[in-house]
Each structure stands twice: as structure tokens, then as C-alpha cells.
Nanobody, 123 residues
Framework: HVQLVESGGGSVQTGGSLRLSCGADGYTDRRMAWFRQAPGKEREGIAAIVAGGFTYYSDSVKGRFTISQDNAKKTLYLEMNSLKPEDSAMYYC????????????????????WGQGTQVTVS
């Protein structure tokens, strides 16, 4: 049984930083990602990491956010710098899992397991 639990969200001023964490109990595949969803908007894939440490970013966060993974701790991280009000959203971590067809790192259909989300507010 895979359980994903996010933490680290909160309120921050424009230009500030936050670090999100996602504990991935029971998960062994390296393919994980961060998504976000603002009210009235579709869920957006913003960062993904795969075996070998290869990373993928959306244009909206490239150069400001960094995804990383501590396999020993089974934890996924998202370091967010230079935050903007448009980064305000609920942030979710996701893990690949079986039976999801072709893998596209920043597509939500590629992931089976999801956390409950953590809110980030930038003002």
C-alpha cells in the first residue's frame, strides 16, 4: 500500500522561498512528480524526477523550483524560490505506480498515487 503525505506548505511573501516534502511510504519506483492546482484552473504538472536523477520542469517554474529525491528517506522534495502570487495553489505529489500506460513526466494520467495536497499562498 502506497501512501503519499505532503508537508511544508504555507504563506509567504512575493520573492520568498518554501520547501515542500512528500513522504512516500511503500513506494519503490523512482518516478515521482509535483503538481499544483489553483482554484478554477486545471491541475498542472510542474516538476518530475525519474531514475538516474533526471528532472523535468514546466516553463512556469523552470529556474526557480528544484525537485529532488532522498531514496533512503523515501522522500520527495520541491525547493521553491522567487515565489510569485501566481504560484499560489494546492500542491500535490504523485507517484507512478503500475497500470498507467505510457509515461509522460508532467502529465497527471501518468501517475496512480496522489497525496492529499499542501497549500501554498504567495502574497
Amino acid at each position: 500500500h502506497v501512501q503519499l503525505v505532503e508537508s511544508g506548505g504555507g504563506s509567504v511573501q512575493t520573492g520568498g522561498s518554501l520547501r515542500l516534502s512528500c513522504g512516500a511510504d511503500g513506494y519503490t519506483d523512482r518516478r515521482m512528480a509535483w503538481f499544483r492546482q489553483a482554484p478554477g484552473k486545471e491541475r498542472e504538472g510542474i516538476a518530475a524526477i525519474v531514475a538516474g536523477g533526471f528532472t523535468y520542469y514546466s516553463d512556469s517554474v523552470k529556474g526557480r523550483f528544484t525537485i529532488s529525491q532522498d531514496n533512503a528517506k523515501k522522500t520527495l522534495y520541491l525547493e521553491m524560490n522567487s515565489l510569485k502570487p501566481e504560484d499560489s495553489a494546492m500542491y500535490y505529489c504523485a507517484a507512478r505506480g503500475p497500470g498507467r500506460g505510457d509515461y509522460t513526466p508532467l502529465m497527471s494520467e501518468s501517475y496512480k498515487y496522489w497525496g492529499q495536497g499542501t497549500q501554498v499562498t504567495v502574497s
